[in-house]
């Protein structure tokens, strides 16, 4: 199954944001994985507005991985200037803002969805390999 890139974007003000972001939620209603995956297109100048999601029933984790731009995240007080290929986590109860500081259109993956256990199918061994990776790092 395809989704071609723009398929039923749409523009909106996230959490008393600044100026309209444009997303496009991949697979809306045909993927069971338990995550949302969209593309969000921030204009110069945009935020998504300080929020948090609090724990408990309607709890969510949020990634948010830079494709394209500058964008600079706020997690619990602490600023992240993001550069393309760069991630951040906000846990469910952070409170946290996403700001484009740049002249140009921010794209972020944004994949969030209730906190769980992660997943590692042992046959496709990446979640060791990744593991690995970071512990040749320290």
């Known amino acids: ?44 100048g945009g935020s998504e507005g300080l929020h948090a999601h609090p724990p408990g029933a309607e709890a969510l984790e949020e990634i948010y991985v830079l494709l394209h731009g500058t964008a600079r995240m706020t997690v619990d007080g602490e600023r992240f200037d993001l550069e393309p290929g760069d991630a ?16 140009s259109t921010a794209v972020v993956m944004v994949v969030w969805g209730p906190p769980g256990t992660a997943l590692d199918w042992p046959r496709y061994r990446t979640g060791r390999a990744s593991r690995d990776a970071a512990e040749r790092e320290e």
């Open 1 to 44: 199954m395809l989704e071609r890139s723009g398929r039923a974007q749409f523009g909106i003000t996230l959490h008393s944001g600044e100026r309209p972001t444009d997303v496009q939620w991949y697979f809306r209603e045909e993927s069971a994985l338990p995550v949302a995956i969209q593309r969000w297109e921030l204009p110069p």
């Open 88 to 103: 951040v986590l906000a846990r469910a109860g952070q409170q946290h803002d996403l700001r484009n500081p740049g002249t």
